[in-house]
């Protein structure tokens, strides 16, 4: 192997692949990236045998070969060198790393032992802006349950229906939900894919512009974007009829400045760290009271003046549910939507188009 990169081309695709390699594994090889040199393409590679990311580098591929090297001392190196270009030659199992001033020798493991990459095939199933899956996605991926207990709660649901994409995600506790319409009219279809590889998606999508290629197969899906491609396995299971629990309508409907809902409850959250942070929301005819209440820390009470004329409630929800929702959210204006203290709340917003918020209740201590 034989290739020149630009430092910030290095860099780029490191940082693109990196994120995904392994730091606990009883397999060395997955804690590499696999460089591989051939018919004049250079290609970075990393997976956790969940998601595989590749990237195709601009550079001078001058012969072919292949091997993988440890992910962290590769990142730092480069990221530390602020050289122009960096010239790569590969003999047996070392991989040397020439710059104008900088020169390093970094022992490898051989590419036959990485597991594959699988490649495309077939033609897309959509295609999707960047910037819509980008936004639907960060408004999501907030619900996903963090632990495996549950596989299907543990991912995000895509449900590809003619011309609209539908992306829901829960933990049992809150759902969230967010709709795309499509340019093209496609097949319906659903598919569950993991939390992991979604937040590798929806950072990588931050500083991508343009379509986004959507393929799928038996039990795996493809993200083109670009030079960079993404495959991840498929969970197997049903999602949860999560439409049953959306109120077909609420007794109580207020809308208050985004700005002062997140102020509010930010301050509640201080005093609710060690109460599971319970808080209670209360409406009257004053306005919005946000209140939270700790046996050693102490207590807090926040007002917000709004028109509450849909009724009376006082209400407990987790602060962090909230909080996580009220920070993707756009426009001015936030609107919490009611029926009693044991049924479910629903948060939108006045910019938010096409997405819904819903929020379970905690047990109201009276």
Do not use: W
Not at 269 to 292: C, H, P, R, Y
């Amino acid at each position: 192997m034989k290739a020149t990169i630009l430092q910030k081309n290095f860099a780029k695709s490191l940082n693109a692949v990196s994120r995904i390699v392994a730091t606990r594994t009883t397999l060395p090889v997955l804690g590499n990236i696999l460089i591989s040199v051939e018919k004049g393409k250079i290609t970075f590679g990393a997976t956790d045998l969940e998601v595989g990311i590749s990237v195709e580098v601009s550079g001078k591929a001058e012969s072919d070969g292949k091997i993988t090297i440890p992910a962290r001392l590769l990142s730092d190196y480069v990221l530390n060198n602020n050289d122009e270009s960096i010239a790569l030659n590969l003999d047996a199992l070392s991989l040397n790393l020439k710059s104008d001033r900088f020169e390093a020798n970094i022992k490898g493991i051989d590419a036959d032992e990485f597991p594959t990459i699988p490649e495309v095939s077939g033609k897309a199933f959509c295609n999707i802006k960047a910037s819509d899956l980008s936004g639907a996605l960060k408004k999501v991926i907030i619900a996903a349950a963090n632990d495996d207990t549950r596989p299907v709660l543990a991912g995000i649901l895509l449900k590809f229906d003619k011309k609209t994409l539908v992306l829901a995600a829960t933990d049992s506790y809150r759902l969230a939900e967010a709709k795309i319409d499509l340019a093209e009219e496609i097949e319906t279809k659903d598919v569950i894919i993991p939390l992991r590889t979604m937040n590798e998606l929806n950072r990588l999508l931050g500083s991508y512009v343009g379509e986004v290629n959507i393929t799928l197969d038996e039990n795996q899906v493809f993200f083109l974007l670009g030079d960079i491609k993404i495959v991840s396995r498929l969970i197997e299971g049903n999602f949860p009829p999560y439409s049953q629990i959306i109120p077909a309508s609420s007794k109580i409907s207020v809308k208050v400045p985004l700005a002062d809902a997140v102020q509010a409850i930010k301050m509640s959250a201080l005093f609710s760290k060690d109460i599971a942070n319970n808080i209670k929301v209360i409406l009257a005819k004053e306005g919005m009271t946000i209140k939270s209440a700790d046996s050693e820390a102490g207590n807090t009470t926040s007002q917000i003046k709004c028109d509450t004329g849909g009724g009376v409630i006082e209400i407990a929800f987790n602060a962090r549910y909230l909080l996580d929702v009220l920070g993707v959210l756009e426009g001015e204006e936030v609107t919490f939507n009611f029926n009693d203290e044991v049924s479910p709340g629903v948060i939108t917003s006045d910019k938010t188009k096409d997405y819904l918020y819903l929020a379970m209740p905690l047990k109201l201590d009276k």
